[in-house]
């Protein structure tokens, strides 16, 4: 079925670079088996699921959207992806993204940009572009995506889907190519929250092959979906309503925030004072830890080789300049200029202090509230082409997603309306590892 999509509609969404079929045939065959002998059954048994292109699968391409990595053909599957297998559900393919995961549209894709199953002329938003439109447009049941400042939760709010950035550390990065360290998180995308629930519970837990990955008890994500916000404390943060954010999309989540007033939640207006500094932070630090993360792609061990380099500093050289798009080169030039001697410490060190002053924002206002609600972008999707020679402007995109990012809370975003015909997603900002509240109050919601 997952295929009949596939061949129906890919053709103007261009979410896939990569099928599975042959190995997709042969797990759905093992399942069938499984049946008749009246075998087990997992948790995602049977569910045909869409995995984002940075994330490493046996035997099956992992290009990360890269011509650097186009022949990467990886010798062992990434933890999220065993885990999904032990979940039975079945990998369809690999999902288009801004390359190494850098962008907010898909445009920066060195194959082709996704496009937005609602519009085919706007953006389906990035860096998980195709993982959100696969799951808009019904190619898949769910799929993976990463977020490291938004890239799960802003795809997921102009596609009309359900996207959960889990608490940094709740699920294992082994495997996912690493963009910003300190910041990746893989986590699903769904059309609703239960599905959202069961994938997160398949996925979450302790890897030791993962050092940041968090040594925690996973709870029962399923049984908060509970329909009850009674009670709740929801924080408002006048910053995510205020300048740059579209009228509209700001009317949509007063009506949200309406909607939790009647089923007996509390809201108030808060402030996180240093969000204003969260993008300019937040572009250090990623750019930072971007350069060093791949500096491994030197043509030697991993990907596509220049022919006939004149000698070993012209093989890094050629190879990186051939095999790099624009926007992974500006990060690497960004981030290599930031880390250097002398730059250090007014820019890298300088940034690492206001991520602790943005973290302690979150910190202030989850001593009296239980929540963090606004939008999760500050406008719907955008045409294609529409601010591609405008970094600045794309980087903006990301305002209300990146201060979560960094202070390393989960977050979901859920469909709440639309503008100009173009869905709007709500952003609910939870506590570090209170998936479950921030689970309930979108599921109450939806
Ligand atoms: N759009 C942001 C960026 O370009 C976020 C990307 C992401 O979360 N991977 O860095």
């Known amino acids: ?237 006048k910053e995510y309503l205020g300048q740059g954010i579209d009228p509209k999309v700001k009317e949509s989540v007063l009506a949200a925030l309406k909607q939790f007033e009647s089923l007996g939640a509390t809201w108030e207006e808060v402030s996180l004072p240093h969000t204003e500094y969260a993008v300019a932070t937040y572009y250090l630090l990623a750019s930072s830890e971007a350069s060093s993360n791949l500096a491994r792609f030197d043509g030697v061990r991993y990907g596509v080789r220049t022919d006939n380099p004149d000698n070993l500093i012209d093989l890094y050289r050629k190879s990186r300049s051939q095999g790099f798009g624009d926007e992974v080169k500006r990060r690497i030039m960004l981030g290599t200029y930031a880390l250097s001697s002398g730059y250090y410490d007014a820019y890298y060190l300088k940034a690492q202090k206001v991520r602790t002053l943005i973290k302690q924002d979150f910190d202030n206002v989850f001593e009296n509230y239980d929540l963090i609600i606004g939008p999760t972008a500050p406008t719907t999707a955008f045409r294609i082409g529409e601010q591609v020679g405008d970094p600045l402007t794309m980087y ?5 997603t990146i201060p979560v990012s960094l202070a390393g809370v989960p977050a979901i975003s859920v469909p709440c309306g639309f503008a100009d015909g173009m869905p709007v997603g709500l952003q609910i900002i939870g506590k570090a590892f209170d998936e479950r509240t921030v689970l309930r109050a979108a599921h109450a919601f939806e």
Request: charge should be negative; aromatic fraction near 8%; include cysteine.
């Open 1 to 237: 079925e997952s295929y009949k999509r596939i061949a129906q509609t890919d053709e103007s969404i261009k979410a896939f670079l990569t099928l599975n079929e042959d190995g997709a045939r042969a797990a759905a065959a093992e399942l069938d088996k499984l049946l008749q002998e009246d075998g087990e059954r997992g948790l995602l048994f049977g569910l045909p699921a869409g995995i984002k292109d940075n994330i490493v699968t046996e035997g099956l391409l992992t290009t990360c959207a890269s011509q650097f990595l186009s022949n990467y053909d990886p010798i062992y599957d990434a933890a999220v992806v065993k885990k999904l297998k032990a979940a039975q559900s079945i990998t369809i393919g690999k999902l288009n993204m801004d390359e190494f995961a850098m962008g907010g549209s898909n445009e920066n894709s060195s194959f082709f940009p996704t496009r937005n199953p609602w519009n085919t002329d706007y953006v389906p938003g990035g860096s998980s572009g195709g993982s959100a439109a696969s799951v808009a447009a019904g190619q898949v049941y769910f799929s993976l995506g990463s977020d490291t400042g938004g890239s799960i939760r802003q795809p997921a709010a102009y596609c009309g889907i359900v996207g959960l950035k889990p608490t940094y550390g709740l699920v294992s990065r082994f495997g996912l190519v690493a963009f910003a360290s300190s910041l990746d998180q893989i986590g699903p995308l769904t059309k609703n929250v239960e599905d959202s629930a069961y994938v997160l519970q398949a996925i979450a837990g302790y890897d030791p092959m993962d050092s940041t990955s968090a040594n925690v008890e996973i709870p029962d994500y399923l049984s908060s979906l509970t329909g009850d916000v009674k009670g709740l404390r929801i924080g408002v943060p």
């Open 396 to 400: 903006l995109n990301d305002i209300c």
